[in-house]
């Protein structure tokens, strides 16, 4: 039980310190639109999406590996030394060729005027990919306060130089001598610079990790960690393709290229939209994980994995009916300009829905030890993610990439249920959560039909509102309530 608390002690700092970065982080989406028109932040999202993917190639699952192996081996710091020199000339390597060839890489992207994007990229990439291993060696010592301490000082420094480039140098650039700091003319380029130095100085709490090792490489353990490491590589592209691949690939698919910039940059915003749902789910991925492996040896364990997917569904579904009910509010959390792409916004809300729906299923093969079937859900994701926005962005331009993310997502949840029924079945009440989820939808839909058919006032407006959670919140308790009663017994 002790081992058990301290766990989930360790959990909740990271957990707290990754979702407390992803939410300040969102508190600058409300600047960026603002400042910037849908193109420029567009610019900002294609950057960003091609990110995602090169950090699991400069990465190759090596901190995984690093885990794994230093488990196994009896000298962890010759595994850490051999994994950190490793990842360290792969990322000088990989940089120094984007930093080369960033001239041709800037043009065939379309921003042949701005090379340096490339250089900068290419240096936020290796710090990143660098630090990857010192962040991972203070989880395998459960230094988890130090590790949230570096992050949030991480996400705080990128914070404050964004509002510092962006915010303040433009109000005193006239009236001070830092104006030799500002040049209008790097625009969206001082949010890559604000990234670039957060990074440098998250590398440098990390100096005295590289002081103390030796830069070496065994190459019979360096073999054996990639051979580990490759499948991860494989599972970890898939997963980005069926995050990020339609923010990477937009401008590229619509039709009018004229408008390719507005169009990515308008749906990006509009994405943010879902952030209490996506923070929800990922706040529960930490929390849930280790729970459910602790509740493993225990009898009525699947029931009670059965009642906890009930109660997500219907958060999720307050969630989902709460920001749909109060849009006329949420849409300032963006700019003006950006609100012309609202309509994607319940069919993202679904999406993460569906992708949490899916983390729940995922325990089956977890539990199970079939992991295999993780990597070939998530390389089905891709293949449906590819397709279908090949074939709807150029018919329906940000829409067709919304319901693409709707579909995949979809797909793989239904999947991971079908093939968990076989493997290890889970009494799950299909019937309870379907029902909870379209009751969400009616509310939302019965909401807007008094409050356009009546053209109500803004009193009535929130009453119509707030009876619509409130009806929604009685009638899935009065569902729920049949399942709320799991006993869990230690099996002897």
């Not at 010759?78 to 490793?86: C, E």
């Not at 990919?129 to 000082?153: D, G």
């Not at 993202?348 to 993780?374: D, E, I, R």
Request: net charge positive.
């Amino acid at each position: 039980m002790s081992q058990i608390k301290k766990l989930a002690g360790q959990t909740a700092i990271y957990g707290l310190s990754s979702i407390i970065g992803r939410l300040l982080n969102y508190l600058l989406v409300p600047l960026y639109t603002r400042i910037f028109d849908p193109a420029a932040y567009g610019v900002v999202s294609e950057f960003y999406a091609y990110v995602t993917f090169l950090i699991v190639l400069y990465t190759y699952g090596m901190e995984t590996a690093y885990f794994h192996f230093s488990s196994k081996k009896e000298n962890n710091l010759n595994v850490y030394s051999n994994s950190l020199s490793t990842l360290t000339f792969s990322s000088v390597i990989l940089s120094s060729i984007l930093i080369l060839f960033s001239q041709s890489i800037a043009t065939t992207l379309g921003y042949q005027a701005h090379p340096e994007y490339i250089v900068w990229f290419a240096l936020i990439l290796a710090f990143d990919a660098i630090t990857a291993l010192p962040f991972a060696k203070l989880r395998q010592e459960n230094r988890a306060k130090r590790f949230a301490l570096i992050k949030i000082v991480n996400i705080g420094s990128n914070i404050g130089l964004n509002l510092f480039f962006l915010a303040f140098l433009p109000q005193i650039a006239n009236h001070s001598s830092l104006s030799v700091l500002y040049n209008p003319a790097i625009g969206v380029g001082y949010v890559f610079i604000a990234n670039l130095i957060s990074s440098l100085i998250t590398l440098l709490f990390f100096a005295n990790d590289f002081q103390q090792i030796k830069f070496t490489i065994d190459k019979n353990l360096v073999k054996e960690m990639l051979v580990y490491a490759f499948p991860l590589l494989i599972a970890g592209f898939a997963g980005m393709i069926n995050e990020t691949l339609d923010r990477a690939i937009l401008k590229y698919l619509v039709t009018d290229k004229t408008t390719a910039l507005h169009q990515l940059g308008v749906y990006s915003a509009c994405y943010k939209l879902s952030i209490i749902m996506t923070l929800f789910v990922q706040t529960y991925r930490y929390a849930a994980e280790p729970f459910f492996f602790s509740q493993q040896s225990k009898k009525n364990n699947k029931a009670l994995y059965a009642t906890i997917m009930n109660y997500f569904v219907f958060v999720c579904s307050l969630i989902f009916l709460g920001v749909m009910l109060f849009m006329n509010i949420a849409k300032y959390f963006i700019g003006e300009k950006f609100h012309e792409g609202l309509q994607v916004v319940p069919i993202l809300l679904f999406a993460n829905l569906f992708l949490g729906v899916y983390l729940n299923l995922s325990m089956w093969y977890k539990l199970s030890g079939k992991t295999k079937y993780g990597a070939w859900f998530s390389i089905v994701g891709a293949s449906i993610t590819i397709v279908l926005n090949f074939l709807l962005i150029p018919k329906m331009g940000y829409m067709g990439a919304a319901w693409a993310t709707f579909i995949c997502y979809g797909a793989i949840m239904i999947l991971s249920y079908i093939y968990g029924q076989k493997h290890y079945a889970i009494p799950y009440s299909i019937k309870i959560c379907a029902s909870i989820v379209f009751l969400s939808v009616l509310l939302w839909q019965v909401s807007n039909y008094l409050l356009i058919t009546f053209d109500t006032g803004t009193m009535i407006a929130l009453v119509i509102k707030i009876t619509a959670l409130s009806v929604f919140t009685m009638l899935s308790w009065l569902l729920l309530k049949p399942s709320s009663t799991v006993e869990l017994v230690d099996e002897q």
